[in-house]
C-alpha cells in the first residue's frame, strides 16, 4: 500500500505558499526550517512530483503541479475546517440540520433576507424547506418533517403557534383582463362567470373550506408563485400576498380589484412547532428573524 501525504503535510505545504518561503512558513508553524523543508520532500515523494522550483530563485515558486495539487489542499484543510466547526457547534447543541415548512403568506423578499443572514450566522447548519399551503406547514410540523413552521393557524393540540407578524391578501388580475379593465368596485355578479384561482390544500387538512373563493368557475393550482404567473398570463383572477405582487402593481403589469366581499383582513403570521419537538437554536434565531423583519415591514408600511 502506497503512503498517503497527511493533512499536516498539506497544511506545511499551504503554510509555505502563504509565507512564501521555508523560512518564513518555520517560524509561522514554531518549527525548525529542516523539519519543514524535510516534510515537504516527503509529500513530493508520497505524491511523486516536484512541487516546488527552487533552482535560480530565493523564493520558492510553485510548480505546475504544486499550483493543481494547492486547490485540492486548500479544499480538503476547509472540509477539514468546517467539519471541526460542526463537531463544535454539535456540542454546543446546535442542529445540524434544520428543516422547516414556509406558507406562501410569508413576504417572499423577507424570507431570502433571513435565509441570506442565515447562512453566514450558522454556516454549518444544513437547511430543508417545504414551501406550500397552510395545511402543508401543519402537516410537516405535526409529522415531525419540519421542526418548524411558518403560516396561517388551525386549532391543533399538537401544535404550539406563536404570532410574529401578519400578512396583507389582495384581489388581483393582469390590467387587460376584463375584470382589470372595468375600473370600477366589483359586484358579485361581475366575478361570477370569470376564472379565480385558488391554491388547493394537498395536505387535506381544509378540505371542504375555501377561503375568498367567489367565481363558480376555479382553477386549482398547487402553490402562490404558480397563481402569480398564471394570474399575471390573464389566466383568471385571484387573492395574492400584497408582497408577491407589489412591483407589478407599481409597473401596472397587475392591477389590484376593487372588490368590496374580498377579505382583504391582515392574516395572523406565526411560528409554528410540535409540542413533543422543542427549538434549536437555529430554529429560535430564524423565528426571531422572521418576526423582526416582519415588524421592521410594517413599521415602513405604517410611516409611508
Given at each position: 500500500m502506497q503512503?498517503?501525504?497527511?493533512?499536516?503535510?498539506?497544511?506545511?505545504?499551504?503554510?509555505?505558499?502563504?509565507?512564501?518561503?521555508?523560512?518564513a512558513a518555520s517560524r509561522a508553524l514554531n518549527r525548525t526550517q529542516s523539519v519543514v523543508s524535510?516534510?515537504?520532500?516527503?509529500?513530493?515523494?508520497?505524491?511523486?512530483?516536484?512541487?516546488?522550483?527552487?533552482?535560480?530563485?530565493?523564493?520558492?515558486q510553485?510548480?505546475?503541479?504544486?499550483?493543481?495539487?494547492?486547490?485540492?489542499?486548500?479544499?480538503?484543510?476547509?472540509?477539514?475546517?468546517?467539519?471541526?466547526?460542526?463537531?463544535?457547534?454539535?456540542s454546543d447543541g446546535l442542529e445540524a440540520e434544520l428543516y422547516?415548512?414556509?406558507?406562501?403568506?410569508?413576504?417572499?423578499?423577507?424570507?431570502?433576507?433571513?435565509?441570506?443572514?442565515?447562512?453566514?450566522?450558522?454556516?454549518?447548519?444544513?437547511?430543508?424547506?417545504?414551501?406550500?399551503?397552510?395545511?402543508?406547514?401543519?402537516?410537516?410540523?405535526?409529522?415531525g418533517t419540519a421542526i418548524i413552521g411558518f403560516g396561517g393557524a388551525m386549532p391543533n393540540d399538537q401544535i404550539i403557534f406563536e404570532r410574529i407578524g401578519q400578512s396583507g391578501m389582495i384581489p388581483v388580475a393582469a390590467s387587460?383582463?376584463?375584470?382589470?379593465?372595468?375600473?370600477?368596485?366589483?359586484?358579485?355578479?361581475?366575478v361570477r362567470d370569470e376564472t379565480q384561482l385558488v391554491v388547493y390544500d394537498a395536505s387535506r387538512l381544509t378540505t371542504g373550506r375555501d377561503f375568498n373563493v367567489f367565481s363558480l368557475k376555479t382553477w386549482r393550482?398547487?402553490?402562490?408563485?404558480?397563481?402569480?404567473?398564471?394570474?399575471?398570463?390573464?389566466?383568471?383572477?385571484?387573492?395574492?400576498?400584497a408582497s408577491l405582487v407589489k412591483d407589478d402593481l407599481v409597473t401596472g403589469r397587475l392591477v389590484q380589484l376593487q372588490f368590496p366581499l374580498f377579505d382583504q383582513r391582515e392574516?395572523?403570521?406565526?411560528?409554528?412547532?410540535?409540542?413533543?419537538?422543542?427549538?434549536?437554536?437555529?430554529?429560535?434565531?430564524l423565528a426571531s428573524e422572521i418576526q423582526a423583519r416582519l415588524s421592521r415591514e410594517a413599521g415602513n408600511i405604517a410611516s409611508s
Open positions: 503512503p498517503q501525504p497527511t493533512l499536516d503535510q498539506l497544511q506545511v505545504f499551504l503554510t509555505v505558499v502563504e509565507k512564501g518561503s521555508f523560512s524535510y516534510t515537504i520532500a516527503n509529500l513530493e515523494a508520497q505524491l511523486r512530483v516536484e512541487l516546488f522550483s527552487r533552482s535560480g530563485t530565493k523564493r520558492p510553485l510548480t505546475d503541479a504544486g499550483r493543481s495539487i494547492l486547490e485540492d489542499a486548500r479544499r480538503l484543510l476547509g472540509d477539514l475546517d468546517l467539519m471541526r466547526a460542526r463537531v463544535r457547534a454539535l422547516v415548512a414556509m406558507s406562501g403568506i410569508v413576504p417572499s423578499d423577507i424570507v431570502v433576507d433571513v435565509l441570506h443572514a442565515f447562512r453566514e450566522h450558522y454556516p454549518t447548519v444544513s437547511l430543508s424547506v417545504t414551501v406550500g399551503s397552510l395545511g402543508i406547514v401543519m402537516d410537516a410540523v405535526i409529522n387587460d383582463h376584463p375584470l382589470g379593465v372595468l375600473g370600477r368596485p366589483l359586484t358579485l355578479s361581475d393550482v398547487s402553490d402562490n408563485a404558480t397563481k402569480h404567473l398564471f394570474i399575471r398570463g390573464g389566466l383568471g383572477w385571484g387573492g395574492l400576498p392574516y395572523p403570521i406565526y411560528a409554528i412547532r410540535n409540542v413533543a419537538n422543542p427549538l434549536g437554536p437555529a430554529a429560535r434565531w
